[in-house]
C-alpha cells in the first residue's frame, strides 16, 4: 500500500469518525439534557434511544426541500454545504493518536502534519462563519439576518482574544506544529498547568466560536426563533446542526491538544512503540475529547446567556486584555528562565 | 427612585451589589453547574407514561360514565339538569317513557332513549356529576378521554357511556 | 368534509398490494416516527400542560420529540393547543402553509379541537375550519397522558404512512380542499 | 385614615358641582353620576387633589342599558385612592345615536387600552383619545359585540356546523 | 464608548431627531410570547426604537358569554382568565358573587381559600420565574421547579380533581372538605419545596450573566406604574407595598402574618426578585393556613345557605325539600338581589377585580373582569424603548403576560 492510499483511507476514516461522533453527540446531548433535567431522554428508538440520530438524520433526509421565494436560490443552497465543509477540513491537523510502526513503516496518526498546523486551523475556523453569514443572508428573512450578524461579530471579536491566548503558547513552546506541540506535552506536562489563564480564555472564546451556550446568541430560540438557520429546512438544516457538532468536536480536539496533551498521558507515553500504545493513545486522545464535548454541553445546560453587548464587553473589554496580559507574563517568565 | 410605604409589612428587597467573586463569573457558574451535576445521578422523575400510569387522585375528573343501580338498571331518568349544568353546552339527550318489562331495565319511568357527551366539546369540569340528583352520571378517575382521528369518534352514545351489565355483577 | 378526511387518513398500507409497499416506506416510517419535531402552537391553557408534559415528570423527549423547532420550516408536527379566535385563523393557516412536508397537526384540547366552552362570536369553533387535523386531544385541558396519547396516535399514523402520499391525488385533493396552496 | 362617605362626596362636589347625581348604593361604595361634559374635571380635580389622593383608575367599563331613552350606554369608572383605602363609582352616560364621552387618557395612561375595549365592546367614542380603534375583535368587525342585542354566537357563522357537535 | 444608559436614554428623549428604522415581527407565534400577541418592534439595528402591540388574538368574549350563564357556571370561565393560578380566579369570582348575595362564610372555608390561594399563587411565580430563567437560556432550572408545579397540581387534584382548570370552590365554600391527603401532601410539599427553590434561587439569582441581563432591563418609575395601572408583584417591584391582600383585606388574611416585598428600582431583577420572596411568603402563608384549619372544628367546608349552597347529595335522594333547592341551584332558578358590586382579589398577577352588575336575574347583567395583564402591558412599549432585542423578551416575561387574562 502506498504511502497515497494510507492518508486517503485515514482521512475517510477521520470523516467518518467525526461525522460519527458529531451523530452520536446529538444523541448525547439530548441524553445528557435529559438527566441534567431529571428526565430519561430518547429512549424509544432501539434500545435507550441509540438508534435516535439514525431516525433523525432518516427524517431529515425525506423532509421536503424547500426554498423561500425571496431567498437568494444559490447562496441559500451554499451555505449550509460551506459551513460543512469547513467544519469537515479542520480535522485535517489534528494529530489522534501516537505513530503506528508496522513493518519498519511510521504511519502517523494525522492527515498532514504542516509546521503551520495552529494557523491553518484558525484560518479555517474563521471561514466557518461565512457558511452561517451566507445562509442567514440569503434566506431574506430578518432574524436570520440578525442571527448571522450576531454571528459574524461575535466570531471576529472572539478570534481575537482566541489568537492572543495562543500565542502564549506559540511563545512557551515555540512551533506551531500541532504534533510537536502534543509531544512536548509527554508525561504531566500539559500546558493547561503552564497556562491556566491562557487556557480560560482559549475555552470561553471556544464556547463563543462554536456558538454553543452561553454564547448561542445567533440561533437563540427565545429571541430569534431558529436564528440564522430559521428557513431551513430538511438536510440543509441537518448540515447546519450537524456542522455545529463537528465543530464541537473539534473544538474539544484542539482543546485537548493544545492544552491537555493530546493523546499523551503519563503511562501511555512511555510505552514502547506497537500497536498498543497507538490504540491506547487513541483511546486517549478521545476520552480527552469527550470529556470536553461533555463540558460544552453540561455547561449549555446550565448558563443562561449573554446579551449582545455583554457580549461584545466581555469579548473586547475582559479577554482582550487578559490575553495581553497573559502574553507579557508568560514573556517575562520565559525571559526569567533564559537569565 | 424611593420606596413609598403604605403598611408596616412592607419588607424592601436591597439589592447587594455584586462582590468581586460575582463579578468574575466562574465561582457562580461552577456552583450553577455542580447543582446540574448532583441531578444527573439522581433518581429521574420520569413517568414512562403509555407502561406506567401515574397514580391519580380519587376525585379526579375521567371520562364519563353512566352508572347503573345495583340491580343493574340504567339510574339515569332524564331530567336534563345535567346538559342544563353544562358550560359547555355538550350533552344532549333525548327522553323516551319505560314500557311494561322494562323495569329490570331503567329504574324510573322514564329514561334516555339517546344520551350523547361530546367530548371534544366538554371541559371535565364535573358539574353535570354534581347536577345530577340521581347519581347516575360520574366522571371516573381512572380513565381519561381517549385521543382518536375523527371528529365523530369523540360523540359518546349510550353505548359507550353506559356502564357495561356484566362487569358490574362480577 | 369530514368524509374527504377519513379518505385521506386511512394508513395506505391496508388497501391493497399486500401489507406494505416496501421496506423503504418502513424505515423512513420508522425513523420519522421516532423523530416528531414538534411546532407548539400554543395559545393558551393547553400549552401550559404541554409545560408539563415536555418537563420531567412526562418527559416527551422519550419519543425524540423533545426538540421543539420554532419555525415552522424544520417542524413535522403543528401541536395547537389552546383557543383559535378568528383572528388567529389566518395566522395558523399561514404557520401551517410554511411547514414543510411531511406535516401532520394534531388539535390539542377542546377549544382547538372543537372551541369547547367558548361557543362565541370571536372563536373559531374548530381548527379543522382552516387547516386540516389528523389526531384530536378531547380535555380542557388534556392531562399530559392524554397529550402522549395524542402523540402515539401521531406516531401509529405516521408509521404507516407511505413515502409518497404527499403526492398522491386524494392528498392533492385534501389540500385543494382547504385551499391551501 | 378612612374617609367617610361624606368627606367623599363633598370632595367631589368640589370637583363638578351640584351636577353630581348620587346612586344610591348598598355595598359600601361611593357611586356618583356625572354629566360627561363634567368627567374630564371632576377626575383630573381627583387625580390632582394631594390630600384625598385618588390617583389610580382601578377600573373602566362600559354598560348597555337599552331601556334608558337617551341614557343607553354607559361607562363605569372605579377611581380608587390607595392611601385612604377608599373606592369611587362614576358612571357617565350617553345615547346610542352619538355615544360620546370624553377620553381619560390624557390623565391616565391605563385608560388607553381600556377605552379601546370599551370601544371595541359598545362603540362608545372616547373623544380625545390618541388611538381609539378595535382592540380586541378583528379590525373588519361592524358591530359591536357586547350591546345587549347582539347574539353570543354569530348567527351567520360558517364555521359550525351541528353534524360535528352531536346535537 | 457609550454605556446601555446613555442610549436607552437618548431613545427616550422626545427631541432625538428620527432614525431610519427597520421592523421586526415579534409575534403572534413567536417563542417568547408565551400566549399570543404581537409586538411590531422598530428597530434601529438591535436597538429598539418603538413597540406596538397588537392584542385579541385569543379574545374569546368572555364577558358576553357571562351574561348568559348562571352564576355557578362562570366559575369555569375564570379558570381561563390567568390559567396558571386559576384557584385564585375561582375563589375571586365567588368573592364577588358572595358580596352580592350577602354570604357570610365560615371561618375555616376562609382559611381553606388562603391556603389554596398562595399555593396557586406559589405554582404561578414558580412558573414566571422559571420562565424568565428560559427566556435567558437556562432551561434546566425551569425542569427542576416544574416537578414541584406538579406537586401542587396533585393537591389541587386531591381536592377538585382537576390539574390546571381546577374549578375548585363553590360559591360560599368547597364542593367537598379537603381530605386528609391533601394536608399530607401539602405539609410534604412544604418540607420539599424550599430546597428545591433555593437552588434554583442560586442557579439564577446571584450569577452575573443572569444579573446582567436582567439589572436595568425595562425599569418603570412608581409614578410611571401607578399611572398604567400596575399592580401586584410589577408594582411592588417599583417600590410601593401595594397589596389587595392588605388594602382590602379578604379571607381573613388580616389574621395572618406576612410580609409584602418591594422592590426598589423596578426593572426585570426586582421583578425577579420580588417573585421569588413572595413564594416565600406565601409558603410561610399555607403553613399559617393549615394550622389554622386543623384548629378549627372539622367537617365545616360550607356556608349554611340553602338558598345558595347546593344540599348533600344524600339528602338530594331522600328529602323532597332538598331535591326542591337541588334543582332550583342547578337550573339558577337563585334569588339574585340586584346591585353592583365590585371585588378584588390579590391575583397573581395583580389586582384580578369582577365588577359585577345585577338586574336580579339568573345571570349577571354585565360582568367586566379587570384583568391586570391587559392594564399593565400597555406599558411595555415605553419600558423597552432604547433597549436590545434580547430585553425585550426578557421584560416581557418577568411582566408574566399571560394571554387569557390578557385578551379574555
Same mark, same amino acid.
Given at each position: 500500500?502506498?504511502?497515497?492510499?494510507?492518508?486517503?483511507?485515514?482521512?475517510?476514516?477521520?470523516?467518518?469518525?467525526?461525522? @460519527?461522533?458529531?451523530?452520536?453527540?446529538?444523541?448525547?446531548?439530548?441524553?445528557?439534557?435529559?438527566?441534567?433535567?431529571?428526565?430519561?431522554?430518547?429512549?424509544?428508538?432501539?434500545?435507550?434511544?441509540?438508534?435516535?440520530?439514525?431516525?433523525?438524520?432518516?427524517?431529515?433526509?425525506?423532509?421536503?426541500?424547500?426554498?423561500?421565494?425571496?431567498?437568494?436560490?444559490?447562496?441559500?443552497?451554499?451555505?449550509?454545504?460551506?459551513?460543512?465543509? /469547513?467544519?469537515?477540513?479542520?480535522?485535517?491537523?489534528?494529530?489522534?493518536?501516537?505513530?503506528?510502526?508496522?513493518?519498519?513503516?511510521?504511519?502517523?496518526?494525522?492527515?498532514?502534519?504542516?509546521?503551520?498546523?495552529?494557523?491553518?486551523?484558525?484560518?479555517?475556523?474563521?471561514?466557518?462563519?461565512?457558511?452561517?453569514?451566507?445562509?442567514?443572508?440569503?434566506?431574506?428573512?430578518?432574524?436570520?439576518?440578525?442571527?448571522?450578524?450576531?454571528?459574524?461579530?461575535?466570531?471576529?471579536? #472572539?478570534?481575537?482574544?482566541?489568537?492572543?491566548?495562543?500565542?502564549?503558547?506559540?511563545?512557551?513552546?515555540?512551533?506551531?506544529?500541532?504534533?510537536?506541540?502534543?509531544?512536548?506535552?509527554?508525561?504531566?506536562?500539559?500546558?493547561?498547568?503552564?497556562?491556566?489563564?491562557?487556557?480560560?480564555? @482559549?475555552?470561553?472564546?471556544?464556547?463563543?466560536?462554536?456558538?454553543?451556550?452561553?454564547?448561542?446568541?445567533?440561533?437563540?430560540?427565545?429571541?430569534?426563533?431558529?436564528?440564522?438557520? /430559521?428557513?431551513?429546512?430538511?438536510?440543509?438544516?441537518?448540515?447546519?446542526?450537524?456542522?455545529?457538532?463537528?465543530?464541537?468536536?473539534?473544538?474539544?480536539?484542539?482543546?485537548?491538544?493544545?492544552?491537555?496533551?493530546? #493523546?499523551?498521558?503519563?503511562?501511555?507515553?512511555?510505552?514502547?512503540?506497537?500497536?498498543?500504545?497507538?490504540?491506547?493513545?487513541?483511546?486517549?486522545?478521545?476520552?480527552?475529547?469527550?470529556? @470536553?464535548?461533555?463540558?460544552?454541553?453540561?455547561?449549555?445546560?446550565?448558563?443562561?446567556?449573554?446579551?449582545?453587548?455583554?457580549?461584545?464587553?466581555?469579548?473586547?473589554?475582559?479577554?482582550?486584555?487578559?490575553?495581553?496580559?497573559?502574553?507579557?507574563?508568560?514573556?517575562?517568565?520565559?525571559?526569567?528562565?533564559?537569565? | 427612585?424611593?420606596?413609598?410605604?403604605? =403598611?408596616?409589612?412592607?419588607?424592601?428587597?436591597?439589592?447587594?451589589?455584586?462582590?468581586?467573586?460575582?463579578?468574575?463569573?466562574?465561582?457562580?457558574?461552577?456552583?450553577?453547574?455542580?447543582?446540574?451535576?448532583?441531578?444527573?445521578?439522581? *433518581?429521574?422523575?420520569?413517568?414512562?407514561?403509555?407502561?406506567?400510569? +401515574?397514580?391519580?387522585?380519587?376525585?379526579?375528573?375521567?371520562?364519563?360514565?353512566?352508572?347503573?343501580?345495583?340491580?343493574?338498571?340504567?339510574?339515569? =331518568?332524564?331530567?336534563?339538569?345535567?346538559?342544563?349544568?353544562?358550560?359547555?353546552?355538550?350533552?344532549?339527550?333525548?327522553?323516551?317513557?319505560?314500557?311494561?318489562?322494562?323495569?329490570?331495565?331503567?329504574?324510573?319511568?322514564?329514561?334516555?332513549?339517546? #344520551?350523547?357527551?361530546?367530548?371534544?366539546?366538554?371541559?371535565?369540569?364535573?358539574?353535570?356529576?354534581?347536577?345530577?340528583?340521581?347519581?347516575?352520571?360520574?366522571?371516573?378517575?381512572?380513565?381519561?378521554?381517549?385521543?382518536?382521528?375523527? +371528529?365523530?369518534?369523540?360523540?359518546?352514545?349510550?353505548?359507550?357511556?353506559?356502564?357495561?351489565?356484566?362487569?358490574?355483577?362480577? | 368534509?369530514?368524509?374527504?378526511?377519513?379518505?385521506?387518513?386511512?394508513?395506505?398500507?391496508?388497501?391493497?398490494?399486500?401489507?406494505?409497499?416496501?421496506?423503504?416506506?418502513?424505515?423512513?416510517?420508522?425513523?420519522?416516527?421516532?423523530?416528531?419535531?414538534?411546532?407548539?402552537?400554543?395559545?393558551?391553557?393547553?400549552?401550559?400542560?404541554?409545560?408539563?408534559?415536555?418537563?420531567?415528570?412526562?418527559?416527551?423527549?422519550?419519543?425524540?420529540?423533545?426538540?421543539?423547532?420554532?419555525?415552522?420550516?424544520?417542524?413535522?408536527?403543528?401541536?395547537?393547543?389552546?383557543?383559535?379566535?378568528?383572528?388567529?385563523?389566518?395566522?395558523?393557516?399561514?404557520?401551517?402553509?410554511?411547514?414543510?412536508?411531511?406535516?401532520?397537526?394534531?388539535?390539542?384540547?377542546?377549544?382547538?379541537?372543537?372551541?369547547?366552552?367558548?361557543?362565541?362570536?370571536?372563536?373559531?369553533?374548530?381548527?379543522?375550519?382552516?387547516?386540516?387535523?389528523?389526531?384530536?386531544?378531547?380535555?380542557?385541558?388534556?392531562?399530559?397522558?392524554?397529550?402522549?396519547?395524542?402523540?402515539?396516535?401521531?406516531?401509529?399514523?405516521?408509521?404507516?404512512?407511505?413515502?409518497?402520499?404527499?403526492?398522491?391525488?386524494?392528498?392533492?385533493?385534501?389540500?385543494?380542499?382547504?385551499?391551501?396552496? | 385614615?378612612?374617609?367617610?362617605?361624606?368627606?367623599?362626596?363633598?370632595?367631589?362636589?368640589?370637583?363638578?358641582?351640584?351636577?353630581?347625581?348620587?346612586?344610591?348604593?348598598?355595598?359600601?361604595?361611593?357611586?356618583?353620576?356625572?354629566?360627561?361634559?363634567?368627567?374630564?374635571?371632576?377626575?383630573?380635580?381627583?387625580?390632582?387633589?394631594?390630600?384625598?389622593?385618588?390617583?389610580?383608575?382601578?377600573?373602566?367599563?362600559?354598560?348597555?342599558?337599552?331601556?334608558?331613552?337617551?341614557?343607553?350606554?354607559?361607562?363605569?369608572?372605579?377611581?380608587?385612592?390607595?392611601?385612604?383605602?377608599?373606592?369611587?363609582?362614576?358612571?357617565?352616560?350617553?345615547?346610542?345615536?352619538?355615544?360620546?364621552?370624553?377620553?381619560? /387618557?390624557?390623565?391616565?395612561?391605563?385608560?388607553?387600552?381600556?377605552?379601546?375595549?370599551?370601544?371595541?365592546?359598545?362603540?362608545?367614542?372616547?373623544?380625545?383619545?390618541?388611538?381609539?380603534?378595535?382592540?380586541?375583535?378583528?379590525?373588519?368587525?361592524?358591530?359591536?359585540?357586547?350591546?345587549?342585542?347582539?347574539?353570543?354566537?354569530?348567527?351567520?357563522?360558517?364555521?359550525?356546523?351541528?353534524?360535528?357537535?352531536?346535537? | 464608548?457609550?454605556?446601555?444608559?446613555?442610549?436607552?436614554?437618548?431613545?427616550?428623549?422626545?427631541?432625538?431627531?428620527?432614525?431610519?428604522?427597520?421592523?421586526?415581527?415579534?409575534?403572534?407565534?413567536?417563542?417568547?410570547?408565551?400566549?399570543?400577541?404581537?409586538?411590531?418592534?422598530?428597530?434601529?439595528?438591535?436597538?429598539?426604537?418603538?413597540?406596538?402591540?397588537?392584542?385579541?388574538?385569543?379574545?374569546?368574549?368572555?364577558?358576553?358569554?357571562?351574561?348568559?350563564?348562571?352564576?355557578?357556571?362562570?366559575?369555569?370561565?375564570?379558570?381561563?382568565?390567568?390559567?396558571?393560578?386559576?384557584?385564585?380566579?375561582?375563589?375571586?369570582?365567588?368573592?364577588?358573587?358572595?358580596?352580592?348575595?350577602?354570604?357570610?362564610?365560615?371561618?375555616?372555608?376562609?382559611?381553606?381559600?388562603?391556603?389554596?390561594?398562595?399555593?396557586?399563587?406559589?405554582?404561578?411565580?414558580?412558573?414566571?420565574?422559571?420562565?424568565?430563567?428560559?427566556?435567558?437560556?437556562?432551561?434546566?432550572?425551569?425542569?427542576?421547579?416544574?416537578?414541584?408545579?406538579?406537586?401542587?397540581?396533585?393537591?389541587?387534584?386531591?381536592?377538585?380533581?382537576?390539574?390546571?382548570?381546577?374549578?375548585?370552590?363553590?360559591?360560599?365554600?368547597?364542593? +367537598?372538605?379537603?381530605?386528609? *391527603?391533601?394536608?399530607?401532601?401539602?405539609?410534604?410539599?412544604?418540607?420539599?419545596?424550599?430546597?428545591?427553590?433555593?437552588?434554583?434561587?442560586?442557579?439564577?439569582?446571584?450569577?452575573?450573566?443572569?444579573?446582567?441581563?436582567?439589572?436595568?432591563?425595562?425599569?418603570?418609575?412608581?409614578?410611571?406604574?401607578?399611572?398604567?395601572?400596575?399592580?401586584?408583584?410589577?408594582?411592588?417591584? /417599583?417600590?410601593?407595598?401595594?397589596?389587595?391582600?392588605?388594602?382590602?383585606?379578604?379571607?381573613?388574611?388580616?389574621?395572618?402574618?406576612?410580609?409584602?416585598?418591594?422592590?426598589?428600582?423596578?426593572?426585570?431583577?426586582?421583578? @425577579?426578585?420580588?417573585?421569588?420572596?413572595?413564594?416565600?411568603?406565601?409558603?410561610?402563608?399555607?403553613?399559617?393556613?393549615?394550622?389554622?384549619?386543623?384548629?378549627?372544628?372539622?367537617?365545616?367546608?360550607?356556608?349554611?345557605?340553602?338558598?345558595?349552597?347546593?344540599?348533600?347529595?344524600?339528602?338530594?335522594?331522600?328529602?323532597?325539600?332538598?331535591?326542591?333547592?337541588?334543582?332550583?341551584?342547578?337550573?339558577?332558578?337563585?334569588?339574585?338581589?340586584?346591585?353592583?358590586?365590585?371585588?378584588?382579589?390579590?391575583?397573581?398577577?395583580?389586582?384580578?377585580?369582577?365588577?359585577?352588575?345585577?338586574?336580579?336575574?339568573?345571570?349577571?347583567?354585565?360582568?367586566?373582569?379587570?384583568?391586570?395583564?391587559?392594564?399593565?402591558?400597555?406599558?411595555?412599549?415605553?419600558?423597552?424603548?432604547?433597549?436590545?432585542?434580547?430585553?425585550?423578551?426578557?421584560?416581557?416575561?418577568?411582566?408574566?403576560?399571560?394571554?387569557?387574562?390578557?385578551?379574555?
Amino acid at each position: 500500500m502506498s504511502a497515497v492510499m494510507i492518508k486517503l483511507i485515514f482521512i475517510v476514516v477521520v470523516f467518518g469518525v467525526s461525522l @460519527f461522533v458529531a451523530m452520536y453527540s446529538t444523541y448525547a446531548e439530548r441524553k445528557i439534557a435529559a438527566f441534567l433535567q431529571d428526565r430519561l431522554g430518547p429512549n424509544r428508538a432501539g434500545p435507550f434511544g441509540i438508534l435516535q440520530p439514525f431516525a433523525d438524520g432518516i427524517k431529515l433526509f425525506f423532509k421536503e426541500e424547500f426554498i423561500p421565494l425571496k431567498a437568494d436560490r444559490w447562496l441559500f443552497l451554499m451555505g449550509p454545504g460551506f459551513f460543512m465543509i /469547513t467544519a469537515l477540513m479542520t480535522s485535517a491537523v489534528i494529530p489522534f493518536g501516537a505513530d503506528f510502526i508496522h513493518d519498519g513503516k511510521t504511519i502517523a496518526l494525522q492527515a498532514t502534519d504542516i509546521n503551520v498546523g495552529l494557523l491553518y486551523i484558525f484560518g479555517v475556523v474563521s471561514l466557518g462563519v461565512y457558511g452561517i453569514l451566507i445562509g442567514g443572508w440569503a434566506s431574506n428573512n430578518k432574524f436570520s439576518l440578525l442571527g448571522a450578524i450576531r454571528a459574524a461579530s461575535q466570531n471576529i471579536s #472572539y478570534e481575537l482574544a482566541m489568537g492572543m491566548s495562543i500565542v502564549a503558547l506559540v511563545m512557551m513552546t515555540s512551533t506551531l506544529s500541532l504534533r510537536e506541540i502534543v509531544d512536548q506535552q509527554a508525561g504531566w506536562h500539559w500546558n493547561v498547568f503552564y497556562q491556566p489563564l491562557g487556557f480560560l480564555i @482559549f475555552i470561553i472564546c471556544a464556547f463563543a466560536e462554536t456558538n454553543r451556550a452561553p454564547f448561542d446568541l445567533p440561533e437563540c430560540e427565545t429571541e430569534l426563533v431558529g436564528g440564522y438557520h /430559521t428557513e431551513f429546512s430538511s438536510m440543509k438544516l441537518g448540515f447546519y446542526l450537524f456542522a455545529e457538532y463537528i465543530n464541537m468536536f473539534i473544538s474539544s480536539a484542539v482543546l485537548a491538544t493544545l492544552f491537555f496533551g493530546g #493523546y499523551q498521558f503519563p503511562w501511555v507515553s512511555s510505552m514502547d512503540p506497537g500497536l498498543t500504545k497507538t490504540i491506547l493513545s487513541v483511546v486517549v486522545m478521545f476520552g480527552k475529547i469527550f470529556f @470536553f464535548i461533555f463540558l460544552f454541553m453540561w455547561v449549555r445546560w446550565t448558563l443562561p446567556r449573554f446579551r449582545y453587548d455583554q457580549l461584545m464587553n466581555l469579548g473586547w473589554k475582559i479577554l482582550i486584555p487578559l490575553a495581553v496580559v497573559n502574553i507579557v507574563l508568560t514573556g517575562a517568565v520565559i525571559l526569567y528562565k533564559m537569565m | 427612585m424611593g420606596v413609598i410605604k403604605l =403598611t408596616d409589612r412592607i419588607k424592601v428587597m436591597e439589592r447587594k451589589p455584586m462582590s468581586f467573586m460575582e463579578r468574575i463569573y466562574l465561582p457562580a457558574i461552577l456552583k450553577g453547574m455542580g447543582i446540574t451535576m448532583s441531578h444527573f445521578f439522581k *433518581k429521574k422523575a420520569t413517568i414512562s407514561y403509555p407502561e406506567e400510569q +401515574r397514580p391519580m387522585s380519587e376525585v379526579f375528573r375521567g371520562l364519563h360514565v353512566l352508572r347503573r343501580d345495583e340491580k343493574g338498571a340504567e339510574r339515569c =331518568t332524564a331530567c336534563g339538569l345535567c346538559a342544563l349544568a353544562c358550560p359547555a353546552e355538550a350533552i344532549t339527550m333525548t327522553a323516551a317513557e319505560r314500557k311494561r318489562g322494562e323495569e329490570n331495565l331503567y329504574r324510573e319511568e322514564k329514561y334516555a332513549s339517546v #344520551y350523547e357527551i361530546n367530548m371534544l366539546r366538554c371541559i371535565f369540569c364535573g358539574l353535570c356529576e354534581e347536577a345530577c340528583p340521581k347519581a347516575a352520571i360520574f366522571l371516573q378517575n381512572d380513565k381519561m378521554a381517549p385521543a382518536s382521528y375523527e +371528529r365523530e369518534d369523540f360523540i359518546y352514545g349510550k353505548d359507550r357511556l353506559v356502564e357495561p351489565f356484566l362487569l358490574k355483577q362480577s | 368534509m369530514s368524509s374527504q378526511i377519513k379518505m385521506t387518513e386511512t394508513p395506505p398500507g391496508i388497501e391493497g398490494q399486500g401489507f406494505f409497499a416496501t421496506s423503504l416506506d418502513h424505515v423512513v416510517g420508522l425513523a420519522r416516527k421516532n423523530s416528531i419535531w414538534p411546532l407548539p402552537f400554543a395559545t393558551s391553557c393547553c400549552g401550559i400542560e404541554f409545560m408539563a408534559t415536555m418537563a420531567s415528570h412526562y418527559d416527551l423527549g422519550r419519543f425524540g420529540a423533545e426538540r421543539l423547532s420554532f419555525t415552522p420550516r424544520q417542524a413535522d408536527l403543528l401541536m395547537v393547543m389552546g383557543t383559535i379566535a378568528k383572528k388567529m385563523g389566518p395566522v395558523l393557516r399561514h404557520v401551517y402553509e410554511q411547514m414543510a412536508e411531511p406535516r401532520w397537526v394534531i388539535a390539542v384540547g377542546a377549544c382547538a379541537s372543537s372551541g369547547g366552552i367558548f361557543d362565541t362570536y370571536s372563536v373559531l369553533q374548530g381548527i379543522d375550519r382552516v387547516i386540516p387535523v389528523d389526531v384530536y386531544v378531547p380535555g380542557c385541558p388534556p392531562r399530559p397522558e392524554q397529550i402522549i396519547d395524542g402523540i402515539l396516535r401521531i406516531q401509529d399514523l405516521i408509521g404507516n404512512e407511505s413515502v409518497r402520499r404527499r403526492n398522491s391525488e386524494e392528498y392533492k385533493k385534501l389540500m385543494e380542499e382547504y385551499m391551501i396552496k | 385614615m378612612a374617609l367617610s362617605h361624606e368627606e367623599i362626596l363633598a370632595h367631589i362636589q368640589a370637583g363638578c358641582g351640584d351636577t353630581a347625581v348620587v346612586i344610591p348604593d348598598s355595598y359600601g361604595v361611593v357611586c356618583v353620576e356625572v354629566p360627561t361634559q363634567q368627567l374630564f374635571r371632576l377626575v383630573n380635580h381627583l387625580f390632582k387633589d394631594q390630600h384625598f389622593k385618588f390617583n389610580i383608575l382601578t377600573d373602566l367599563c362600559g354598560v348597555h342599558y337599552p331601556e334608558q331613552k337617551g341614557k343607553e350606554l354607559g361607562v363605569v369608572y372605579h377611581i380608587q385612592s390607595m392611601i385612604h383605602r377608599a373606592m369611587i363609582r362614576i358612571k357617565v352616560f350617553a345615547p346610542i345615536e352619538n355615544p360620546e364621552i370624553p377620553s381619560l /387618557t390624557g390623565i391616565y395612561a391605563m385608560a388607553n387600552w381600556m377605552e379601546r375595549e370599551t370601544y371595541d365592546f359598545f362603540g362608545i367614542k372616547f373623544a380625545g383619545h390618541p388611538n381609539l380603534k378595535r382592540i380586541l375583535n378583528m379590525d373588519e368587525m361592524i358591530d359591536f359585540p357586547l350591546r345587549r342585542e347582539f347574539p353570543l354566537e354569530d348567527p351567520f357563522r360558517q364555521d359550525k356546523a351541528d353534524y360535528q357537535f352531536g346535537r | 464608548m457609550r454605556t446601555n444608559k446613555e442610549y436607552i436614554a437618548d431613545f427616550h428623549n422626545p427631541d432625538m431627531p428620527d432614525i431610519p428604522y427597520s421592523t421586526l415581527n415579534l409575534g403572534p407565534t413567536h417563542p417568547a410570547t408565551h400566549g399570543i400577541f404581537q409586538n411590531v418592534l422598530k428597530m434601529d439595528g438591535e436597538r429598539i426604537v418603538d413597540a406596538e402591540q397588537t392584542v385579541g388574538y385569543i379574545h374569546r368574549a368572555f364577558e358576553k358569554i357571562a351574561e348568559r350563564r348562571p352564576l355557578y357556571q362562570i366559575t369555569p370561565l375564570t379558570d381561563r382568565l390567568n390559567y396558571c393560578s386559576a384557584p385564585i380566579n375561582n375563589t375571586g369570582w365567588h368573592l364577588a358573587v358572595e358580596k352580592l348575595l350577602g354570604i357570610q362564610v365560615p371561618k375555616r372555608v376562609d382559611y381553606m381559600r388562603v391556603m389554596i390561594m398562595e399555593l396557586a399563587r406559589i405554582s404561578d411565580h414558580l412558573i414566571c420565574n422559571s420562565i424568565l430563567g428560559v427566556d435567558t437560556g437556562a432551561l434546566t432550572g425551569f425542569t427542576y421547579v416544574y416537578q414541584y408545579r406538579e406537586k401542587i397540581y396533585e393537591i389541587y387534584e386531591e381536592i377538585c380533581g382537576a390539574r390546571l382548570t381546577t374549578n375548585m370552590g363553590r360559591i360560599g365554600g368547597f364542593e +367537598r372538605d379537603f381530605s386528609p *391527603k391533601v394536608f399530607e401532601l401539602t405539609k410534604k410539599f412544604l418540607v420539599e419545596f424550599p430546597k428545591i427553590w433555593r437552588e434554583f434561587e442560586s442557579l439564577l439569582s446571584r450569577n452575573r450573566i443572569f444579573m446582567d441581563r436582567t439589572i436595568d432591563t425595562g425599569p418603570i418609575s412608581v409614578e410611571r406604574a401607578l399611572n398604567y395601572g400596575f399592580t401586584g408583584p410589577n408594582l411592588r417591584a /417599583t417600590g410601593i407595598d401595594y397589596d389587595i391582600r392588605t388594602a382590602d383585606p379578604y379571607c381573613s388574611y388580616e389574621e395572618f402574618k406576612f410580609d409584602i416585598p418591594v422592590g426598589t428600582t423596578g426593572d426585570t431583577y426586582d421583578r @425577579f426578585v420580588v417573585r421569588n420572596e413572595e413564594i416565600w411568603q406565601s409558603l410561610s402563608l399555607v403553613e399559617q393556613a393549615i394550622r389554622k384549619i386543623e384548629a378549627c372544628e372539622p367537617g365545616i367546608y360550607h356556608a349554611d345557605e340553602d338558598h345558595y349552597y347546593l344540599p348533600p347529595k344524600k339528602e338530594v335522594y331522600r328529602n323532597m325539600e332538598a331535591l326542591i333547592y337541588h334543582f332550583k341551584i342547578i337550573m339558577g332558578e337563585i334569588e339574585v338581589p340586584a346591585g353592583e358590586v365590585y371585588r378584588a382579589v390579590e391575583g397573581a398577577n395583580g389586582e384580578l377585580g369582577f365588577y359585577l352588575v345585577s338586574d336580579g336575574g339568573r345571570s349577571p347583567y354585565r360582568l367586566h373582569f379587570r384583568r391586570p395583564c391587559f392594564i399593565y402591558y400597555q406599558a411595555f412599549p415605553e419600558m423597552i424603548r432604547g433597549q436590545l432585542l434580547s430585553d425585550a423578551i426578557v421584560v416581557m416575561s418577568s411582566l408574566n403576560v399571560i394571554a387569557g387574562e390578557l385578551d379574555a
